[in-house]
């Protein structure tokens, strides 16, 4: 059973615009979140991450926008770019001794059309 | 950001023999690991949890005999598949802990 639910399964976005992930979780431990990309045949590389105290993280393009309330959390990435298409994973995991023991999303397809 | 490497990335092996992925953190010391494995088009699943100088800590559903895991150093862990048969080709991602996670490049395993 997936710990962290993520859609879409795959966006079309055209070049500039904005592309928006959504994920939900139900474990109220979890207490980080970060958001990695990965391309074709490679492992996942971090690109920003929250903790719960905090609604909103901008870095650069990327915007992660939490609501611990309605335990969601969203990526937003602005001006799209081709190179930004890939696969998005949005992941969870708790402090203590399970730090680092990451669930991750189903994960999002995106593809950037010029 | 902290380095982690993976060696080999891709290896062919024929069914029955025993393949070993290494997982070094190049710039940090780790003593927690973590293995993945990912189907294509899905999502990685956690393997294992590596600790130095201790056993493994396995996920429900994967058979620590058949994946061993070795972590000798703070820098250096190893997954063995043994006996390995084709419905264990995946594609395998370890991660070090550090002040975030980072993950290696990966080890495509193809089994004959």
């Known amino acids: 059973q997936q710990q962290v639910k993520q859609s879409p399964q795959s966006l079309i976005v055209q070049k500039g615009g904005i592309s928006i992930i959504n994920c939900a979780y139900e474990n109220t431990a979890f207490d980080y979140f970060p958001w990695y990309q990965q391309f074709p045949g490679k492992g996942p590389a971090l690109l920003i991450a929250?903790?719960?105290?905090?609604s909103e993280k901008k870095e650069g393009r990327f915007t992660i926008s939490f609501n611990k309330s309605a335990k969601q959390f969203s990526l937003h990435i602005m001006d799209s770019q081709p190179g930004d298409s890939a696969t998005y994973f949005c992941?969870?995991?708790?402090?203590?001794?399970?730090?680092?023991?990451?669930?991750f999303g189903a994960g999002t397809q995106v593809v950037v059309t010029p | 950001g902290a380095v982690v490497s993976q060696h080999p990335s891709r290896v062919i092996c024929k069914s029955g023999t025993s393949v070993k992925i290494e997982c070094r953190s190049l710039?940090?010391?780790?003593?927690?690991m973590f293995w993945y494995r990912q189907f294509p088009k899905q999502s990685l699943m956690l393997m294992a949890t590596?600790?130095?100088?201790?056993?493994?800590?396995?996920e429900q559903g994967v058979e620590k005999d058949k994946f061993l895991i070795n972590h000798a150093s703070l820098t250096l862990s190893t997954l063995t598949v043994t006996s390995a048969h084709p419905e264990d080709s995946s594609f395998y991602i370890c991660s070090a802990s550090g002040d975030e996670q980072f993950f290696g490049p990966g080890t495509r395993l193809t089994v004959l």
């Open positions: 992941a969870a995991t708790t402090g203590g001794d399970s730090w680092g023991k990451l669930q």
């Open positions: 710039d940090f010391q780790a003593t927690t």
């Open positions: 929250i903790r719960p105290d905090v």
């Open positions: 590596s600790n130095e100088g201790s056993k493994a800590t396995y």
